[in-house]
């Protein structure tokens, strides 16, 4: 007969309410872990984004006419967030149910194969080019979405509550310099083969072209995949889930040493917490002041992608719908150069000049302004945006195509200075630990339902009327679903210098212990594996 030592729930606010220390944080730890998270997001911007300039490259080669159909186009640009969604959903519950360690690197491994199947695509008399790449992208979708709420939840669970908003804020933040780097590495390649492509008449050098352009998307990630494997257990999840303790208090040690010991053949210290099932996870969103909050942040990130993707995979296309950049060659190999010259300097302009800004942004305040004013600022500025672009958009572009352009960046700036940051902050800090990667699975996969329904509708309803005629009403659409956000951005909490407990309400349920102020400031000052030592007030049972 064995002994195991369990201790009381009031462990939460002893051990673990902050398990690294606000006072004297490891720059190299905090740093390590928003590093290890951040290098998956730029990978995932960089691919699902590298479409937007590679899928004109593929029409050039694979498309009569030099031109992708609707279809095509669709086809494309659609299967990677379809894939995003199921990910998401998946990876979401994986990681509440086996841990976020084992299954952090998983979703990488899924990207870079996928990635490797796109670059080496190939077509035969059973097998369609648009098929096959539909199919990889579908499948490096799932893995881009097992990402978003791994990342979001690893880096909220190592986090400080004092640092907790600027490191997921600069996890999301490589989201930028992917779409940037995406447009970048297109602007050189295109140059590289400006000689080629003025030279034969096919442009077959093209096909090179945009497979270099995706294949490199492999790099970071490759890079970043040693360290997702080795990463420890969050702190939390090895408390609340595994209830280990004295492993918890290890965990923990990662964001200030950069180093974890992995305890083995021990007796270990359990600890007496709620454990999730279906009927609690019902009867927990069953109550509304719960349901709401998931629902706050579900719709929220469900309207703001309806924009966010509706522009960012359709960047190219709006650029010349306005004839931004437009060639004026009479030579066919110089205009289809031109073309792809032209839409990759204006992706870079749009990256520089509004997305990589409104990130940075919301870094510098986020810990100060708080989470939800910022997200409601975004939502009302968007609105007011959208309703200029989409009502007044012959009148602009009759005046000037600049201004035009200069309020797209500015749509950009404010979805990254707003909600496009705080949505995914948000949810990664508001659920209970036991559901906390459930439930950011969910409102991740409402965003990209919004970004499928966005994708879908552009490509149907663009050209009603003409080619690209429709695009003001779409962007008036735009401000319709900005306006929802706003009322859905009241349903959830504020959760500046709050920690992950005192957000989740587990402390409501807590014995009512109370911890002398003497001992806070101890505890404040202290090591995880010091306060377990001051705390193991604990009752063994037999098992």
Request: aromatic fraction near 12%; proline fraction near 4%; charged fraction near 15%.
């Amino acid at each position: 007969m064995s002994r195991v030592s369990v201790v009381t729930n009031v462990h939460a606010k002893i051990v673990l309410a902050e398990p690294i220390t606000d006072t004297n944080p490891s720059l190299a730890g905090l740093s390590l872990a928003v590093l290890i998270a951040g290098v998956g997001f730029f990978t995932d911007a960089y691919d699902i984004f590298a479409i937007n300039m590679c899928a004109a490259m593929i029409g050039q080669i694979y498309s009569k006419g030099g031109t992708l159909t609707p279809n095509q186009e669709l086809g494309l640009k659609v299967a990677t967030p379809v894939g995003t969604l199921v990910g998401q959903l998946l990876f979401g519950w994986l990681a509440d149910v086996v841990g976020r360690k084992k299954m952090y690197g998983v979703e990488l491994m899924l990207i870079l194969v996928a990635t490797f199947g796109q670059a080496i695509a190939g077509r035969g008399p059973g097998a369609n080019i648009f098929g096959v790449l539909i199919v990889w992208r579908f499948l490096m979708g799932i893995g881009i979405g097992g990402d978003y709420p791994l990342s979001a939840i690893i880096t909220s669970e190592f986090a400080t509550t004092r640092y907790r908003g600027r490191m997921m804020n600069a996890v999301f933040a490589m989201q930028g310099f992917g779409n940037l780097t995406a447009a970048i590495v297109a602007l050189v390649v295109t140059v590289a083969f400006k000689d080629q492509i003025l030279k034969y008449p096919d442009v077959h050098h093209i096909d090179y072209m945009w497979r270099i352009i995706i294949g490199l998307g492999m790099v970071p990630g490759t890079i970043a995949l040693y360290y997702r494997l080795t990463i420890p257990e969050t702190p939390r999840y090895t408390m609340d889930i595994e209830r280990n303790l004295e492993q918890a208090a290890q965990d923990a040690d990662f964001v200030k040493t950069g180093k974890f010991e992995r305890i083995e053949d021990r007796v270990v210290e359990r600890v007496d917490v709620p454990k999730a099932s279906r009927r609690d996870f019902l009867a927990h969103y069953g109550r509304w002041v719960n349901f709401k909050v998931l629902f706050g942040c579900a719709w929220s990130w469900f309207a703001l992608d309806i924009a966010f993707y509706g522009l960012g995979l359709n960047s190219s296309i709006i650029l010349g719908a306005i004839g931004f950049g437009s060639s004026h060659a009479t030579n066919p190999q110089q205009k289809i150069y031109d073309g792809l010259y032209n839409q990759a300097v204006g992706n870079i302009i749009i990256s520089v000049a509004g997305l990589i800004p409104g990130y940075w942004a919301s870094f510098f305040v986020i810990d100060s302004w708080g989470r939800k004013p910022i997200q409601l600022m975004g939502f009302v500025l968007l609105t007011g945006i959208f309703i200029v672009m989409g009502f007044a958009y012959d009148a602009i572009l009759d005046h000037s195509k600049g201004a035009f352009v200069f309020l797209y960046c500015l749509a950009n700036f404010f979805q990254n200075f707003g909600p496009n940051t705080t949505t995914f902050i948000i949810p990664g800090e508001v659920f209970p630990t036991r559901y906390r990667s459930t439930s950011h699975g969910i409102s991740a996969a409402s965003g990209k339902l919004g970004a499928i329904v966005a994708q879908v509708g552009f490509a149907r309803l663009k050209d009603i009327g003409g080619k690209g005629k429709f695009i003001k009403h779409i962007l008036e659409i735009f401000a319709l679903f900005m306006l929802t956000g706003i009322f859905s951005t009241f349903l959830v909490p504020e959760t500046k210098g709050l920690t992950l407990e005192q957000l989740n309400g587990e402390e409501e349920t807590e014995d009512a212990t109370v911890i002398p102020d003497n001992e806070k400031a101890d505890r404040d000052s202290s090591s995880a594996s010091d306060i377990q030592k001051r705390t193991a007030t604990s009752r063994p049972i037999e098992i």
